[in-house]
């Protein structure tokens, strides 16, 4: 199905003018007819070029900001400020799922494994690994044949190897490495932005859902 730039841009919570531009920049795929621009609906799931990527401090601090926890003694005033802005427009866009995806997509590494259906509560209850996305019970959300957590780096090659988790385009284990200190619970901000990288309606929607509750 085609749709039209103001069609388009409302549907992510975004202006027809950035629509254009991201046009004109060759990160949205359209054709023009009779003068009008018009978009693949399939392109609404194509969340790369919402934003840019944050930096690795700005990630850091915008996810304590999201989570209620201190942030911001190690920024400079204008770093500070553009957080309060970012999240803003989070709060107000129609769409934060996507824009959760696009900022902070180079802040996680992303390990997607199989695991035998047999070892789940064992996973779940491996003091190594934090729950988060589906799998943490914050998002009123639930899998029961699937997990996601996080680990810290060092620990993940252990984990793989004990629970036999492989690589897999069939995962049924999402974990994820961060540089942010694990906690128990993790930070919801990262729990948000996982529950964005589904890019499914469910969790999309309950992203909107919980980040209006902020």
Known sequence: ???????????????????????????????????????????LKLRAWSSRPMSKPIA??????????DWGDNLQPSERSRIKDYFAELKSNDNPAALLAAWLKAFRS?????LNP?????????RKIVAS???????????????????????LKEIKRKYLLVESDNFNVTLRTSPIKLT?????????????DHNQ???????????RAI
């Open 60 to 69: 850091t601090n915008f996810i304590y900001l999201l989570s209620d926890m």
């Open 184 to 196: 128990k619970p993790i930070p919801f901000g990262l729990v948000l932005a996982d529950l964005a």
């Open 118 to 126: 047999s070892d789940f509560n064992a996973l779940r209850a491996e």
């Open 201 to 211: 309606p469910r969790e999309d929607k309950q992203v909107k859902a919980l980040v």
């Open 110 to 114: 992303v390990h997607k494994l199989h």
């Open 1 to 43: 199905m085609m749709m039209g730039v103001s069609e388009f841009a409302s549907q992510l919570g975004i202006s027809p003018g950035r629509v254009r531009q991201l046009i004109s920049a060759k990160r949205i795929t359209a054709t023009k007819s009779g003068g009008t621009w018009l978009i693949d609906q399939s392109q």
């Open 133 to 155: 996305g589906v799998s943490d019970k914050r998002t009123g959300l639930s899998q029961s044949d699937f997990f996601e957590g996080y680990v810290e780096s060092k620990d």
